[in-house]
């Protein structure tokens, strides 16, 4: 596999990616947007986001899939066989970070427990990715993203006030996972600048979907009132909401009395800001059914790019709601480069940009094993290995067969 050298910030740093679905492979994937090598390791069956479509951008590979698995080799072993075990500590002896998460136990069935680790490689940081931990009541029982959200909350704060509680329209909880084992890994790896040790990055979804709580985790623990459904309404801004416009949606944010002024100066109703039950932010709150329907009518006579920009050249947040290609066909997200585009590859670009040190998309996601035969080559093992470990099935080349 030929592809550009790494650029990023973390070239130099290597990587073994155990993980599966999406909070581990996105946090590998971040890692080797910024220079990373990463080595994914699946298993015979294979990742199950393999399979999570349609669309697919190969027969094999669901577009799910491809959107968080560039940048990394591939090399297929069933960890399951002692064999498969051998290579693994093989791979985990040159490296800097594994991310897994694995069912609480099984690093531990096959070898590889805390202790373990921490011994037989006192420098690697192991990322650890569950959904609620190892341990307490709920300790080592699965989760998947949306699980999690309606047992941390996030369910009972989504969706229209008179509605039924809504699963968040992306894998939230997942994501911010990734992200957040992103930047634990950031921080262990300094530490071991100083230290000279790895340390175990403890990652849970749980934890996560609590942490995006605010504000209303905060407003329970000050007042003890459980939050409500706002739709797409701030508990605690107003107006800060979806209108409707004569030719489609478009949200408004007032976020304080000055830009409540400029709003309804642009709608052409100024009295409105004189009125004693919207002169303050609190008193808009309290008032927000009568403000709604004293700005939907104006706002209901005027088109959504309009009308946005009108208020933002008076500096006022708005903006028409796009669908999901308005977003990604937008000039400014592609000023912002947040799509790439290559003859073999479209994806997501990089939300972190550094100045000196960027990160960059070098390589496409790989077919299961496509790279089986140069890494074990890379630890030691002759051709006669090599194919004697894909013949006993420890081992799976590109496509299952061997190549």
């Known amino acids: 596999m030929t592809t550009p050298e790494p650029t990023g910030s973390l070239r130099g740093l290597r990587v073994v990616d155990l993980s599966r679905i999406l909070a581990g492979p996105l946090c ?152 957040y084992a992103f930047s634990g890994i950031l921080l262990a790896l300094h530490d071991r ?45 107003a107006p800060y909401d979806t209108f409707e416009a004569a030719d489609g949606l478009i949200f408004i944010s007032g976020g304080n009395d000055r830009q409540f002024q400029t709003l309804v100066d642009v709608l052409g109703t100024p009295a409105l800001a004189e009125d004693p039950r919207f002169t303050t932010n609190a008193d808009r709150v309290r008032n927000i059914a009568a403000l709604r329907e004293l700005l939907a009518e104006p706002i209901s006579t005027r088109k959504r790019h309009e009308l946005s920009e009108a208020l933002v050249n008076r500096g006022v947040p708005a903006t028409p709601v796009h669908h999901v290609g308005e977003a990604l066909t937008d000039p400014q997200v592609r000023h912002r480069e947040m799509v790439v585009e290559r003859d073999d590859y479209r994806g997501i670009g990089l939300p972190i940009k550094l100045g000196r040190t960027p990160g960059n998309v070098r390589s496409t996601p790989r077919e299961q094993g496509a790279d089986t035969r140069r890494i074990l080559a890379s630890l030691g093992c002759s051709e006669e290995q090599i194919t004697a470990l894909i013949e006993a099935d420890i081992a799976l080349g590109a496509g299952g067969d061997g190549t």
């Not at 609480?104 to 490689?121: C, H, M, P, Q, Y």
Request: charged residues 15%.
């Open 193 to 237: 600048n100083t230290t000279g040790r790895g340390q175990l990055v403890d990652c849970a979804l749980l934890d996560t979907a609590v942490s995006l709580l605010h504000p209303h985790s905060s407003a329970w623990l000050a007042s003890g009132q459980t939050p409500q459904r706002t739709g797409s309404a701030h508990p605690s801004i």
């Open 28 to 179: 590998a994937q971040m890692l080797a947007d910024h220079g990373a090598e990463v080595i994914k390791v699946e298993p015979p069956a294979g990742d199950d986001t393999r399979t999570w479509g349609p669309p697919f951008v190969t027969e094999s590979m669901s577009a799910y899939h491809a959107g968080i698995n560039r940048n990394k080799a591939n090399i297929c072993l069933d960890l399951a066989e002692p064999e498969g075990q051998r290579l693994l500590g093989e791979l985990l002896a040159g490296a800097d970070v594994v991310v897994e998460n694995f069912k609480a136990g099984t690093l531990a069935k096959w070898g590889f427990s805390d202790e373990v680790i921490g011994t037989r490689f006192p420098r690697l940081v192991h990322c650890r990715i569950t959904g609620f931990g190892t341990d307490g009541p709920m300790g080592s029982a699965p989760g998947y993203d949306a699980i999690l959200q309606a047992y941390g909350g996030l369910m009972s704060i989504n969706g229209e006030r008179t509605g039924p509680p809504l699963r968040v329209g992306v894998p939230i909880v997942d994501m911010v996972t990734g992200i």
